[in-house]
């Protein structure tokens, strides 16, 4: 059973930087996509950025320069730092992977930036 368990959410004042982690487990493949998305409140999920297994990452537009994605793909890990975090990169982020056209979540981990 595939699982996704993020870490390194909290509160931060504007301007900050936070790291956040994914451990993914239950597979013994190496999943194709992992990365991450969020959901602030009252607005639908988004993608914050994405990387497959060769390396190549995909970014929203409004996020590139201030956040990086990498990954470990040896070892199913993937982490996001943030930088200069403003109060709307305020939500619940999430960590998402893809394995054998399987979509996998996380729980979620909550990113407060306070202004």
């Known amino acids: 059973q595939v699982q996704l368990v993020e870490s390194g959410g909290g509160l931060v004042q504007a301007g900050g930087s936070l790291r956040l982690s994914c451990a993914a487990s239950?597979?013994?493949?190496?999943?194709?996509?992992m990365g991450w998305y969020r959901q602030a409140p009252g607005k639908q999920r988004e993608l914050v950025a994405l990387?497959?297994?060769?390396?190549?990452?995909n970014y929203a537009d409004s996020l590139k320069g201030r956040f990086t994605i990498s990954r470990d793909a040896a070892t199913n890990m993937v982490y996001l730092r943030m930088n200069s975090l403003k109060p709307e990169d305020t939500a619940v982020y999430y960590c998402?992977?893809?394995?054998?056209?399987?979509?996998?979540w996380g729980q979620g981990t909550q990113v407060t930036v306070s202004s």
């Open positions: 998402y992977a893809q394995l054998l056209r399987n979509d996998y």
């Open positions: 239950g597979s013994v493949f190496r999943f194709n996509v």
């Open positions: 990387m497959s297994s060769g390396g190549s990452s």
